[in-house]
């Protein structure tokens, strides 16, 4: 498997983004990064982001759960930010992306931690999280879901036929549009800093297509999956935006099946797709109430 690794220089000065690189080799060769912030003997809180984004998205939560007690790691999935990048399509799978994703949970060594994701974040993590349940002790889900064939809504399908072949894929314009917040020009160039070179947006361009949805060869896995889920009782919170046409009353789902969200404070964040830009405190609300949850419970 051919890879591109991002020059490090293309990740100094980045607006608010103080955090040291750590990273980890899979067995595959593959090096991950991570941001690692917090006491290591600390709760650990696992933010997962998702597609076309990096870790960069929770820049502006990272430090508030780190100031409330808690240890925040933040991995860059296989593709993108300062993670190796395969470079061909076909090397991307679902089964794939979780492979890798639930290689590296396993050496970094997370116990107890709190799953944070959005996106693809959480088509990864709670497929992670279904294969390994005793190392997470919570979830909180925005704006993603773990889709197992359902018919896809409209706007998702013009997305990811402009992801598939679309001349020009703006990174950092893509983020913007997906959010409500106007971005500085400087924290569009951050999200477009992982990928100087055509070629290392495999990962961004594919992603799109391995969604499960309609007739998929995932959806098994995913059912699956949602096995794991309807015996979850552990706490399972959704703060989902009111402005995102892709998944929109996604959060549904998850309180008709998953025991852990039926007695749980949902919210409404305003925002749009990229919740993390719009509504960082909300989210970070929910992060905090959730955490409190678990540690009560010793």
């Known amino acids: 498997m051919k890879t591109y690794r ?7 000065g980045l607006p608010d983004w103080p955090f040291a690189p750590h990273y980890t080799e899979l067995t595959s060769g593959l090096r991950i990064h991570h941001v690692d912030e ?13 597609e076309p984004s990096w870790s960069y998205l929770y820049r502006k939560m990272i430090g508030p759960v780190v100031e409330a007690g808690y240890r925040v790691l933040a991995p860059d999935l296989p593709g993108f930010g300062r993670s190796d990048k395969p470079l061909s399509r076909s090397d991307f ?3 794939a992306m979780v492979a890798w994703m639930r290689e590296w949970v396993e050496a970094v060594d997370l116990k107890g931690a709190i799953l944070v994701c959005q996106d693809w974040g959480s088509l990864i993590g709670l497929r992670v999280l279904a294969e390994v349940p005793d190392r997470f002790s919570a979830v909180v ?16 399908v013009k997305w ?7 001349p020009v894929f703006p990174i950092g314009g893509i983020v913007q549009r997906a959010s409500r917040r106007a971005l500085s020009d400087a924290e569009v160039a951050a999200y477009d800093a992982p990928f ?12 799109p297509s391995l969604v499960p949805m309609g007739e998929n060869v995932a959806v098994p896995d995913q059912q699956r999956a949602w096995g794991v889920l309807e015996h979850w ?26 025991p852990g969200a039926r007695d749980q404070s949902h919210g409404l964040l305003r925002g ?3 919740i993390q830009e719009d509504d960082p405190d909300g989210f970070v609300a929910h992060i905090l109430d959730v955490a409190e949850q678990v540690d009560a419970k010793g």
């Open 141 to 156: 889900l925005s704006n993603g879901g773990l889709p197992a064939g359902q018919t896809p809504p409209r706007a998702f």
């Open 6 to 12: 991002t020059p490090d220089h293309r990740f100094e």
């Open 38 to 50: 917090g006491p290591r003997t600390a709760r650990p809180v696992l933010m997962m982001h998702g």
């Open 272 to 274: 749009g797709h990229f």
């Open 160 to 166: 990811r036929k402009f992801a598939k072949w679309s």
């Open 233 to 258: 009782d552990k706490p399972f919170r959704c703060c989902f935006s009111d402005k995102d046409p892709i998944t929109r009353g996604g959060h549904n789902r998850f309180i008709d099946r998953v």
């Open 93 to 95: 799978t679902y089964a």
């Open 196 to 207: 100087p070179v055509r070629k290392a947006k495999a990962g961004a361009r594919m992603l």
